[in-house]
């Protein structure tokens, strides 16, 4: 255990480190992280007013609450695995963290979090603005609130998991853009990011709560604005432990037989 | 070589085979291999067999594409052979247990495991945790690799901004921090000048002697392995060619000495043999090694002779003709 506190505290320094030295495409990154809830919150505000004050129960000010909300938990659960995987196995970054005695997630999730931190900086400020400038409204709940903490993370463990077991599809296949592309499509559109699930026709809501992508962005965001019963929350809660146990055995499953096909194929 | 002690790396009839596939060029077998896939099997490693003591430096020699890096891979715990059977340190390598990862090391010369825009000392704090070294384990190796290498300058500056040959020395000491027991050299002086070149052979050179760690070193410039490698393991076309001292190697296969005479006048010495080169008086003969001690006796008789050297062709020439000789 000590160990893997040390572990973890050297990959995080170095990781912060090494997000200092790209302190202007960190930022750049966040600017989109910030201009995509912005455009969605502008866009359904719009059509709320347009409908005489609210769609679906929400008000302009909630939908601002929704989406601010939804720009930070988006951006505390995002990662770009699915992006470096195929750069690592073509510059045979792969073949060296195979040979260290120590599982290369372990990293990744130590990259993940340095750069959330080290990106606190730009959104704690944007924060700020957005707040000022759309006057979200909210309804919290000490007991919501409270839940919001483990939902949150588990909905980063969850998409962490299932991308960094998506992102080694790249052992199989040597473009994966194609395929990351129709991920990212579902992933918004499912999560609740375009629009609140609420607002989706109704078997499609359905859907989206039979699939894990809403449990990654769009469960923790309800659950702090207090549009779930504590009934509904218990069973997201559920839900997300759920496919954290799934994306955790698929990855040990995949990991061997992605690094099985590796070492039989060689790079 | 023949030890009494037991060896650290063991290969039996070692195999690679990977399956590639087939396709001709133009549109109509592009869309033919959308039905059927041909594929065919390419054998980079055909049953290789040896053995190393520990402590040893062997060079592995062969051409480009003979299964050098390949055998290096599996032995790493890359690559998973075809068949045949392998244990270094009493390992075997491809499982990748922590305990054989943590005693190993690998080190390609043309790619890299620092991390390209941090200082290089913070490279070297990340093996520290991944191989599990106490604070005073890694400040004493740091320091011992810093004074072998002088890195000092080195230690603080960001990778991007290093020569290739800095870069290197640095490559190195990273990959030796946890003091492997047994280490896998591909091509490590590749791309690097002279001095460098010869700065890491020093550096190898020690270590080994220092650690008696063992060695396997792949390298394309015959200087590396003429100063590191009292045995020599040749590899062509996946298959083992030689097995012995480099010094065999050279006899076995050279088939020619070269003669090089200064002479009065500079006189024409065709008639004794093929003329590589001449400058003023002095000549350059290339002579068959049956006959060498004939015509040297015939030229010191016949003519005025102010100096005469016998010499072995390089290293290169004869690693050159071992692989026309298989393979005309």
Redesign the interface.
């Known amino acids: 255990m000590r ?1 893997w506190l ?2 973890y505290r ?2 995080l ?2 990781a912060v ?2 997000q200092l ?2 302190r202007a495409s960190g930022a750049i990154w966040m600017i989109g992280s910030v201009l995509e809830p912005v455009v969605f919150l502008v866009v359904w505000s719009t059509v709320a007013r347009s409908q005489g004050g609210a769609v679906a129960g929400f008000t302009a000010q909630t939908f601002a609450a929704y989406y601010i909300v939804l720009m930070m938990v988006n951006h505390l659960t995002f990662t770009w695995v699915m992006h470096d995987f195929q750069f690592r196995v073509q ?3 792969l ?2 963290a ?5 599982h290369p997630i372990h990293e990744d999730v130590a990259a993940n979090v340095a750069y959330k931190l080290v990106m606190l900086t730009v959104m704690m400020p944007a924060l700020v603005v957005l707040w000022y400038a759309f006057e979200p409204e909210f309804a919290l709940a000490a007991w919501s609130t409270a839940t919001f903490v483990p939902a949150l993370l588990l909905a980063f463990l969850l998409r962490f998991l299932a991308e960094w077991t998506l992102a080694l599809a790249t052992f199989w296949m040597t473009r994966v853009t194609a395929m990351n592309q129709i991920y990212f499509s579902l992933q918004m559109f499912l999560a609740g990011r375009v629009a609140p699930i609420a607002l989706l026709p109704a078997w499609l809501g359905d859907l989206a709560h039979g699939l894990p992508f809403y449990y990654m962005v769009g469960f923790p965001v309800e659950l702090l604005l207090g549009k779930i019963s504590a009934d509904a929350a218990l069973d997201g809660l559920m839900a997300q432990l759920v496919w954290v146990a799934v994306m955790a055995a698929l990855i040990a499953l995949v990991w061997r037989r992605a690094v ?1 096909r ?5 790079s | 070589m023949t030890n009494a002690v037991e060896p650290v790396v063991v290969l039996e009839g070692l195999t690679k085979s ?1 399956v590639v596939p087939v396709r001709e060029a133009g549109l109509k077998a592009a869309l033919g291999s959308l039905i059927r896939r041909r594929t065919r099997t390419v054998e980079a490693v055909k049953g290789v067999s040896f053995a190393i003591a520990p402590g040893e430096v062997v060079g592995f020699l062969g051409p480009n594409g003979a299964g050098k890096t ?1 055998t290096l ?1 599996m032995l ?5 052979p075809t068949s045949g059977a392998a244990r270094v340190l009493g390992f075997e390598p ?1 499982l ?1 247990q ?1 305990e054989y ?2 005693r190993m090391t ?1 080190v ?1 010369g043309q ?1 890299n ?1 620092l ?1 390209w ?2 200082p290089v000392i ?2 070297f ?2 093996n ?5 070294l106490s604070r005073e384990e890694y400040r004493a190796r740091l320091d011992d690799l810093t004074g072998l290498l002088d890195l000092g300058e080195l230690l603080n500056k ?1 990778v991007r901004n290093l020569s290739l040959g800095e870069r290197m020395k640095c490559e190195i000491a990273a990959a030796l921090l946890h003091r492997p027991q047994i280490l896998f050299l591909d091509e490590p002086t590749l791309g690097l000048d002279v001095t460098m070149q010869r700065r890491l052979r020093t550096f190898i050179a020690d270590y080994n002697r220092h650690t008696g760690a063992t060695v396997l070193l792949t390298s394309h410039y015959m200087a590396d392995v003429e100063a590191l490698c009292p045995r020599v393991i040749v590899i062509h076309h996946g298959e083992i060619l030689f097995d012995g001292a480099l010094s065999k190697l050279i006899g076995e296969f050279a088939a020619y000495k070269t003669l090089i005479v200064d002479s009065d006048g500079g006189r024409d010495l065709s008639s004794y043999g093929e003329v590589v080169s001449r400058d003023g008086g002095r000549t350059t003969l290339r002579i068959s090694k049956a006959d060498t001690a004939r015509v040297t006796a015939q030229i010191l008789t016949d003519v005025s002779v102010r100096d005469l050297s016998v010499i072995d062709p390089p290293i290169d020439e004869v690693i050159d003709r071992v692989f026309s000789e298989v393979n005309p």
Do not use: N
Request: proline share 4%; no cysteine; glycine share 6%.
């Open positions: 160990h040390e572990t050297a990959f320094r170095i480190l090494e030295q790209y510059m045979g970054q073949s060296f195979l040979l260290r005695p120590v099985a590796f070492s039989a194929v060689g | 990977y390949t891979k790493s715990g890359l690559l998973h491809w990748r922590r990862l943590s690998l390609m790619r495991q991390m825009d941090i913070d490279s704090d990340r520290r945790v991944i191989y599990r960001p």
